[in-house]
Protein backbone atom coordinates (compact mmCIF):
# COMPACT_ATOMS: atom_id res chain seq x y z
CA UNK A 1 0.00 0.00 0.00
CA UNK A 2 0.94 3.09 -0.34
CA UNK A 3 -0.63 6.64 0.51
CA UNK A 4 -0.58 8.76 -2.57
CA UNK A 5 -2.15 11.66 -0.11
CA UNK A 6 -3.55 11.62 3.08
CA UNK A 7 -6.84 10.66 1.85
CA UNK A 8 -6.01 8.43 -1.15
CA UNK A 9 -5.13 4.95 -0.51
CA UNK A 10 -3.47 3.43 -3.27
CA UNK A 11 -3.46 -0.90 -3.23
CA UNK A 12 -0.79 -2.86 -5.12
CA UNK A 13 -1.59 -6.66 -6.15
CA UNK A 14 -0.83 -9.69 -4.66
CA UNK A 15 -0.51 -12.80 -6.65
CA UNK A 16 -1.96 -16.08 -6.13
CA UNK A 17 -2.25 -18.87 -8.08
CA UNK A 18 -5.17 -21.07 -7.68
CA UNK A 19 -3.87 -24.25 -9.25
CA UNK A 20 -2.83 -25.73 -12.22
CA UNK A 21 -0.67 -22.62 -13.00
CA UNK A 22 -3.95 -20.74 -12.60
CA UNK A 23 -2.74 -17.09 -11.23
CA UNK A 24 -4.75 -13.98 -10.11
CA UNK A 25 -4.16 -10.50 -8.58
CA UNK A 26 -5.57 -10.57 -5.70
CA UNK A 27 -6.57 -6.52 -4.14
CA UNK A 28 -8.75 -7.33 -1.47
CA UNK A 29 -8.49 -7.92 1.68
CA UNK A 30 -5.24 -5.68 1.97
CA UNK A 31 -3.52 -5.10 5.27
CA UNK A 32 -4.01 -1.87 5.32
CA UNK A 33 -7.78 -1.76 3.22
CA UNK A 34 -9.74 -5.09 4.42
CA UNK A 35 -13.24 -3.74 2.46
CA UNK A 36 -14.44 -0.65 0.28
CA UNK A 37 -18.38 -0.82 0.81
CA UNK A 38 -19.78 -4.65 1.02
CA UNK A 39 -16.78 -5.88 -1.02
CA UNK A 40 -14.49 -7.90 1.01
CA UNK A 41 -12.63 -9.69 -1.90
CA UNK A 42 -11.16 -8.66 -5.19
CA UNK A 43 -9.83 -11.07 -7.98
CA UNK A 44 -8.56 -9.89 -11.10
CA UNK A 45 -7.76 -13.03 -13.39
CA UNK A 46 -6.20 -12.96 -16.83
CA UNK A 47 -5.94 -12.58 -19.39
CA UNK A 48 -5.02 -16.32 -19.78
CA UNK A 49 -4.85 -18.24 -22.70
CA UNK A 50 -6.87 -21.37 -22.42
CA UNK A 51 -5.65 -24.29 -24.41
CA UNK A 52 -7.33 -28.40 -25.16
CA UNK A 53 -5.67 -29.96 -22.24
CA UNK A 54 -5.38 -27.01 -19.45
CA UNK A 55 -7.32 -27.82 -16.30
CA UNK A 56 -7.94 -24.69 -14.44
CA UNK A 57 -11.19 -25.83 -12.79
CA UNK A 58 -11.82 -25.10 -9.39
CA UNK A 59 -13.77 -27.61 -8.10
CA UNK A 60 -17.03 -27.79 -5.62
CA UNK A 61 -15.95 -26.22 -2.34
CA UNK A 62 -18.28 -24.02 0.28
CA UNK A 63 -19.47 -20.74 1.22
CA UNK A 64 -21.08 -18.69 3.78
CA UNK A 65 -22.28 -15.36 4.74
CA UNK A 66 -21.41 -13.56 1.43
CA UNK A 67 -22.49 -13.27 -2.00
CA UNK A 68 -20.00 -14.18 -5.13
CA UNK A 69 -20.22 -11.79 -7.90
CA UNK A 70 -18.39 -12.85 -11.14
CA UNK A 71 -17.74 -10.58 -14.20
CA UNK A 72 -15.63 -11.70 -17.30
CA UNK A 73 -14.74 -9.43 -20.47
CA UNK A 74 -13.51 -12.28 -22.25
CA UNK A 75 -13.98 -16.31 -22.15
CA UNK A 76 -16.79 -18.17 -20.65
CA UNK A 77 -17.17 -20.26 -17.42
CA UNK A 78 -19.59 -23.01 -16.20
CA UNK A 79 -21.51 -22.43 -12.64
CA UNK A 80 -22.87 -25.72 -11.36
CA UNK A 81 -24.02 -25.29 -7.77
CA UNK A 82 -25.74 -27.60 -4.27
CA UNK A 83 -29.21 -25.50 -5.81
CA UNK A 84 -28.88 -27.04 -8.73
CA UNK A 85 -28.01 -24.10 -10.89
CA UNK A 86 -26.11 -24.78 -14.12
CA UNK A 87 -25.19 -21.38 -15.91
CA UNK A 88 -22.71 -20.68 -18.34
CA UNK A 89 -21.34 -17.26 -17.41
CA UNK A 90 -20.64 -14.99 -20.51
CA UNK A 91 -18.72 -11.97 -21.03
CA UNK A 92 -20.27 -8.73 -20.08
CA UNK A 93 -23.28 -10.80 -17.34
CA UNK A 94 -23.03 -10.53 -13.75
CA UNK A 95 -23.39 -13.48 -11.65
CA UNK A 96 -24.77 -12.93 -8.32
CA UNK A 97 -24.59 -16.25 -5.89
CA UNK A 98 -25.89 -15.91 -2.35
CA UNK A 99 -24.39 -18.22 -0.20
CA UNK A 100 -26.06 -17.28 2.94
CA UNK A 101 -26.11 -19.87 5.01
CA UNK A 102 -24.43 -22.60 3.15
CA UNK A 103 -23.52 -23.04 -0.92
CA UNK A 104 -21.38 -25.23 -2.47
CA UNK A 105 -20.55 -24.69 -6.16
CA UNK A 106 -17.93 -24.92 -9.30
CA UNK A 107 -16.48 -23.49 -11.95
CA UNK A 108 -15.47 -25.36 -14.46
CA UNK A 109 -14.19 -24.90 -18.49
CA UNK A 110 -17.37 -25.35 -20.42
CA UNK A 111 -17.70 -28.55 -22.79
CA UNK A 112 -18.29 -26.80 -25.70
CA UNK A 113 -14.52 -25.08 -25.28
CA UNK A 114 -13.01 -28.38 -24.68
CA UNK A 115 -10.83 -28.30 -27.92
CA UNK A 116 -10.34 -24.87 -28.05
CA UNK A 117 -8.25 -21.92 -27.74
CA UNK A 118 -9.78 -19.10 -26.28
CA UNK A 119 -8.94 -16.27 -23.43
CA UNK A 120 -10.43 -15.68 -19.76
CA UNK A 121 -10.00 -12.70 -18.48
CA UNK A 122 -12.56 -11.36 -15.56
CA UNK A 123 -13.48 -10.46 -11.89
CA UNK A 124 -14.54 -12.32 -8.76
CA UNK A 125 -15.56 -10.52 -5.81
CA UNK A 126 -17.13 -10.91 -2.34
CA UNK A 127 -19.86 -8.97 -1.13
CA UNK A 128 -19.92 -9.55 2.48
CA UNK A 129 -23.67 -10.47 3.63
CA UNK A 130 -25.52 -7.89 6.34
CA UNK A 131 -25.37 -9.61 9.71
CA UNK A 132 -28.99 -9.43 9.76
CA UNK A 133 -29.16 -11.43 6.56
CA UNK A 134 -25.85 -13.68 6.74
CA UNK A 135 -28.14 -17.00 7.41
CA UNK A 136 -30.45 -16.21 4.39
CA UNK A 137 -31.24 -19.21 2.02
CA UNK A 138 -28.99 -19.72 -0.86
CA UNK A 139 -29.33 -18.51 -4.23
CA UNK A 140 -27.96 -17.79 -7.30
CA UNK A 141 -29.01 -15.12 -9.74
CA UNK A 142 -27.78 -14.45 -13.55
CA UNK A 143 -27.93 -10.98 -15.40
CA UNK A 144 -27.04 -11.68 -19.00
CA UNK A 145 -24.67 -8.32 -20.97
CA UNK A 146 -28.23 -7.10 -22.20
CA UNK A 147 -30.07 -6.35 -19.02
CA UNK A 148 -27.31 -4.42 -17.89
CA UNK A 149 -27.75 -0.96 -18.25
CA UNK A 150 -24.90 0.97 -20.62
CA UNK A 151 -24.47 4.69 -21.71
CA UNK A 152 -22.71 7.61 -22.42
CA UNK A 153 -21.31 9.86 -20.00
CA UNK A 154 -18.86 12.52 -20.22
CA UNK A 155 -17.74 11.27 -23.39
CA UNK A 156 -17.17 7.19 -21.43
CA UNK A 157 -18.66 4.13 -22.20
CA UNK A 158 -20.82 3.35 -18.55
CA UNK A 159 -22.18 -0.23 -17.54
CA UNK A 160 -23.88 -0.14 -14.63
CA UNK A 161 -23.86 -3.54 -13.71
CA UNK A 162 -24.63 -3.53 -9.66
CA UNK A 163 -26.21 -0.08 -8.10
CA UNK A 164 -27.26 2.86 -9.49
CA UNK A 165 -25.02 5.43 -11.62
CA UNK A 166 -25.98 8.49 -13.60
CA UNK A 167 -29.63 7.53 -14.14
CA UNK A 168 -29.48 4.00 -14.58
CA UNK A 169 -29.96 1.60 -12.43
CA UNK A 170 -28.75 -2.41 -12.60
CA UNK A 171 -31.27 -4.99 -12.03
CA UNK A 172 -29.19 -6.65 -9.75
CA UNK A 173 -30.64 -7.25 -6.66
CA UNK A 174 -28.79 -6.32 -3.61
CA UNK A 175 -29.18 -6.44 0.14
CA UNK A 176 -27.29 -3.54 0.80
CA UNK A 177 -26.20 -0.26 -0.79
CA UNK A 178 -23.58 -1.62 -3.51
CA UNK A 179 -21.93 0.36 -6.51
CA UNK A 180 -20.03 -1.68 -9.29
CA UNK A 181 -19.35 -0.07 -12.57
CA UNK A 182 -17.39 -1.13 -16.07
CA UNK A 183 -15.73 2.43 -17.57
CA UNK A 184 -14.23 2.63 -20.63
CA UNK A 185 -12.34 5.87 -20.88
CA UNK A 186 -10.67 6.91 -24.13
CA UNK A 187 -7.48 8.50 -24.34
CA UNK A 188 -7.14 11.95 -23.37
CA UNK A 189 -10.59 11.52 -21.33
CA UNK A 190 -11.41 13.24 -17.96
CA UNK A 191 -14.25 11.66 -15.99
CA UNK A 192 -15.85 13.24 -13.10
CA UNK A 193 -16.55 10.44 -10.71
CA UNK A 194 -19.43 11.27 -7.97
CA UNK A 195 -20.10 10.73 -4.60
CA UNK A 196 -22.20 7.77 -5.63
CA UNK A 197 -21.48 6.33 -2.16
CA UNK A 198 -20.10 6.86 1.07
CA UNK A 199 -17.01 4.24 0.11
CA UNK A 200 -16.01 3.99 -3.40
CA UNK A 201 -12.38 2.69 -5.31
CA UNK A 202 -10.95 2.65 -8.83
CA UNK A 203 -9.22 -0.15 -10.24
CA UNK A 204 -7.25 0.32 -13.28
CA UNK A 205 -7.51 -2.94 -15.43
CA UNK A 206 -5.56 -2.40 -18.46
CA UNK A 207 -3.83 0.51 -18.62
CA UNK A 208 -2.46 3.31 -16.17
CA UNK A 209 -4.96 6.37 -15.48
CA UNK A 210 -4.72 9.15 -12.73
CA UNK A 211 -7.29 9.80 -9.37
CA UNK A 212 -7.53 13.40 -8.21
CA UNK A 213 -4.26 13.79 -10.10
CA UNK A 214 -2.11 10.98 -8.49
CA UNK A 215 -0.81 8.33 -10.92
CA UNK A 216 -2.80 4.90 -10.63
CA UNK A 217 -0.75 2.09 -12.39
CA UNK A 218 -2.26 -0.50 -14.29
CA UNK A 219 -3.86 -3.19 -12.24
CA UNK A 220 -4.17 -0.95 -8.77
CA UNK A 221 -7.05 -0.02 -6.72
CA UNK A 222 -7.33 4.02 -5.89
CA UNK A 223 -9.42 4.23 -2.39
CA UNK A 224 -10.81 7.31 -2.85
CA UNK A 225 -11.41 9.52 0.40
CA UNK A 226 -14.79 8.75 2.57
CA UNK A 227 -17.55 10.06 1.39
CA UNK A 228 -16.14 11.69 -1.84
CA UNK A 229 -16.02 10.95 -5.99
CA UNK A 230 -12.88 11.75 -7.95
CA UNK A 231 -11.35 12.97 -11.09
CA UNK A 232 -10.95 10.31 -13.36
CA UNK A 233 -8.03 10.67 -16.06
CA UNK A 234 -5.83 9.03 -18.54
CA UNK A 235 -3.27 9.52 -21.51
CA UNK A 236 -4.18 6.28 -22.70
CA UNK A 237 -7.46 4.34 -23.36
CA UNK A 238 -8.17 2.44 -20.28
CA UNK A 239 -10.88 -0.21 -18.70
CA UNK A 240 -11.30 1.19 -15.01
CA UNK A 241 -13.90 -0.17 -12.57
CA UNK A 242 -15.79 1.44 -9.68
CA UNK A 243 -16.73 -0.30 -6.64
CA UNK A 244 -17.99 0.52 -3.53
CA UNK A 245 -21.19 1.03 -1.73
CA UNK A 246 -22.18 1.77 2.28
CA UNK A 247 -19.59 0.62 5.00
CA UNK A 248 -20.01 -2.65 6.27
CA UNK A 249 -22.44 -2.98 9.39
CA UNK A 250 -19.77 -4.22 11.82
CA UNK A 251 -16.35 -6.18 11.31
CA UNK A 252 -16.08 -9.37 9.67
CA UNK A 253 -13.80 -12.30 9.44
CA UNK A 254 -12.60 -14.36 6.66
CA UNK A 255 -11.60 -17.52 6.67
CA UNK A 256 -10.60 -19.82 3.63
CA UNK A 257 -13.76 -19.32 1.96
CA UNK A 258 -16.05 -18.28 4.55
CA UNK A 259 -17.33 -14.98 5.90
CA UNK A 260 -19.20 -14.31 9.28
CA UNK A 261 -19.46 -11.66 11.82
CA UNK A 262 -18.59 -14.48 13.76
CA UNK A 263 -15.17 -16.48 14.23
CA UNK A 264 -17.29 -19.77 16.06
CA UNK A 265 -20.03 -19.77 12.70
CA UNK A 266 -16.75 -19.69 10.45
CA UNK A 267 -15.42 -22.72 12.71
CA UNK A 268 -18.73 -24.84 12.15
CA UNK A 269 -18.64 -24.38 8.53
CA UNK A 270 -14.73 -25.47 8.67
CA UNK A 271 -16.51 -28.40 10.71
CA UNK A 272 -19.38 -28.72 8.35
CA UNK A 273 -17.38 -28.86 5.02
CA UNK A 274 -15.00 -31.27 6.81
CA UNK A 275 -17.95 -33.55 7.66
CA UNK A 276 -19.37 -33.39 4.01
CA UNK A 277 -22.91 -32.02 5.59
CA UNK A 278 -23.44 -27.91 3.65
CA UNK A 279 -24.45 -30.33 0.29
CA UNK A 280 -23.09 -31.59 -2.87
CA UNK A 281 -22.82 -30.28 -6.86
CA UNK A 282 -25.06 -32.59 -8.41
CA UNK A 283 -23.14 -35.37 -10.82
CA UNK A 284 -19.69 -34.12 -9.12
CA UNK A 285 -18.12 -36.39 -6.90
CA UNK A 286 -14.85 -34.03 -6.64
CA UNK A 287 -14.46 -31.23 -4.17
CA UNK A 288 -11.59 -29.52 -2.49
CA UNK A 289 -11.07 -30.54 1.14
CA UNK A 290 -11.16 -27.91 4.19
CA UNK A 291 -7.28 -26.92 4.25
CA UNK A 292 -5.15 -26.94 7.45
CA UNK A 293 -5.31 -28.64 10.71
CA UNK A 294 -6.34 -27.66 12.84
CA UNK A 295 -8.29 -25.47 11.00
CA UNK A 296 -8.95 -21.41 11.59
CA UNK A 297 -5.99 -21.47 13.95
CA UNK A 298 -2.79 -21.08 11.99
CA UNK A 299 -2.16 -17.57 10.10
CA UNK A 300 -2.20 -16.54 7.71
CA UNK A 301 -2.90 -19.57 5.31
CA UNK A 302 -6.03 -20.35 7.01
CA UNK A 303 -6.61 -18.24 10.03
CA UNK A 304 -9.28 -16.10 10.64
CA UNK A 305 -8.82 -12.61 9.85
CA UNK A 306 -10.99 -9.63 10.93
CA UNK A 307 -12.33 -7.52 8.12
Do not use: C
Not at 126 to 146: G, K, M, R
Amino acid sequence: MTDATPETRLLKPHDKDLGGGFKVRRLLPAAQQRSVGPFVFFDHFGPATEQPGTEHDVRPHPHIGLSTVTYLFKGAMMHRDSLGSVQEILPGAINWMTAGRGIVHSERKPERLKADTYVNHGLQLWAALPQAHEEVEPSFEHTPADAIPELTEQGAAVRVLVGEAFGARSPVKTLSQTVYLDIALPAGGRFELPALAPELAVYAVDADLAANGEPVEVHTMAVLPLGQGGTITADAAVRLVVIGGEPLDGPRYITWNFVSSSRERILEAGADWAAQRMGHVPGETEFIPLPGKPFGVREPDTGTTPV
